[in-house]
């Protein structure tokens, strides 16, 4: 077991709240579009088509993942030469604000062209914020906490906070789509959803006022490692690796929990109710699968835990993701078990992946090293569900394209561990021998 040594926050609690309640709103605001693609598509994306305006509507999420990476360069520079509280206090402001003003565009029946120019604009900088998001939230609660805790804490924010984030979404859903019913969700209830988004920026305050910052980022007596060192020499073979890992990682996620909603709404024709039900449950679980998973990573190791749940993957998803689409909308409670058991494994194989990136990396270029392979990878995977609808003629094609991409998917993920080394200890081997010579070089 790594010893206790790490220093710690004088308030570790409000720096571990905000860092799970930052990601999970940021989740939270990324899923409402997947939980109304339906209405955005007709609002907003018109087409003859139905695969094609769910298509688009994927392709807007796709642009917002996509710019990610860049969002994360940019405000992981800042975490690590500012610091981690007042970037996330930035990031997680605007997040909040762009996806409020989503709820404003006007349909694609009165201003034509321009719907779709600024909903894919709002998108675009809803991107670069959340982006922004990964390289605070995913640096400030374990570095706030002790050493023995850090598994779990990547299980709670990392997997957990999306399981929350998933959770608020169903919930809000259900509570909309029951006041809003019929043509008046697809009219007003969607953007009332969004408007939901302002929660993030709200949160923002919270840690403005209660939270500390982070005591490694505090303890450097350094400038930070440039750029550089993530993409030269020995951090360019880490950094493919790493985004090798959360690629497998959050195409497992994006094809599962990510692509659940349209999977149950339009291909099996779960009612409206269940739907939600189906959703909120499966988000729940998700937490306490990726806490526990975590938390197996503190005593068997971060590699050996998620080679294991990579193997199990490989052949449950695709049998568990055929099973739901042949249940059909009728079997509700066979759908919901199947989906509770889909999302635990998906989620729980990437749980770990959070502080063993963090373990990669040293303080100078953690907060940029963690967030730009969590981003690109997960940029990597979040394409998956775009590309599933665009190869998929009809919607009775999609299930297959699933099973074989979530196939592909998680057998990438357990290649690229299989290739890295173990990382956990790897902070405080850090914190007892680094030498200045080794500030700018990834552990």
């Avoid at 598994?151 to 979404?169: D, E, H, Q, T």
């Amino acid at each position: 077991m790594t010893p206790d040594i790490a220093p710690r926050s004088k308030s570790p609690r409000a720096a571990v709240f905000a860092s799970v309640a930052g990601w999970s709103f940021d989740l939270f605001d990324l899923f409402l579009l997947l939980y109304v693609a339906g209405p955005i598509s007709k609002n907003i994306f018109p087409s003859t088509s139905p695969t094609l305006g769910i298509a688009a509507v994927f392709g807007s999420f796709a642009v917002t993942v996509v710019m990610r990476p860049a969002g994360a360069a940019i405000f992981g520079e800042l975490a690590d030469r500012k610091g981690r509280k007042a970037t996330m206090v930035l990031v997680m402001g605007g997040v909040g604000v762009t996806t409020a003003a989503m709820g404003l565009v006007p349909p694609h029946a009165a201003v034509g062209v321009l719907a779709p120019i600024l909903f894919l604009a709002l998108r675009i900088a809803q991107g670069l914020f959340v982006g922004g998001v990964t390289a605070t939230t995913h640096t400030l609660g374990t570095e706030s906490i002790g050493a023995r805790w850090r598994g779990l804490m990547s299980g709670l924010i990392g997997a957990g906070g999306a399981g929350l984030g998933a959770a608020l979404a169903s919930l809000a859903y259900i509570v909309v789509s029951a006041i809003f019913t019929g043509p008046a969700f697809d009219q007003w209830g969607w953007r009332v959803l969004f408007f939901c988004g302002l929660l993030s920026a709200l949160l923002s305050l919270f840690v403005l006022r209660k939270v500390e910052e982070s005591p490694e980022f505090e303890g450097k007596q350094r400038a930070p490692a440039p750029f550089r060192e993530l993409v030269r020499g020995r951090g360019k073979k880490i950094l493919a690796l790493n985004i090798a890992v959360a690629a497998g990682g959050g195409a497992q996620y994006y094809l599962t929990s990510g692509y659940l909603p349209t999977l149950l709404s339009e291909v099996v024709r779960v009612p409206a109710g269940q739907r939600g039900a189906i959703l909120l449950i499966s988000s729940v679980v998700v937490i306490g699968a990726a806490i526990g998973a975590g938390e197996l990573s503190e005593r068997l190791g971060r590699r050996r835990t998620m080679i294991g749940f990579g193997l199990c993957n490989l052949f449950a998803l695709p049998l568990l993701t055929w099973g739901i689409a042949s249940a059909g909308g009728h079997r509700g409670a066979v759908v919901a078990v199947l989906c509770v058991i889909m999302v635990m494994l998906s989620n729980a194989a990437y749980s770990p992946l959070m502080i063993f990136l963090n373990e990669r990396y040293p303080t100078a270029l953690r907060a940029r090293g963690t967030a730009v392979s969590w981003n690109l990878g997960f940029m990597l995977g979040g394409l998956m569900p775009t590309v599933v609808s665009l190869l998929s003629p009809a919607l009775s094609d999609v299930p297959s394209r699933l099973v074989i991409f979530l196939a592909g998917a998680t057998l990438v993920f357990v290649i690229a561990i299989v290739a890295s080394p173990e990382t956990r200890g790897a902070l405080d081997r850090e914190r007892g021998t680094r030498t200045a010579a080794d500030d700018a070089t990834p552990v």
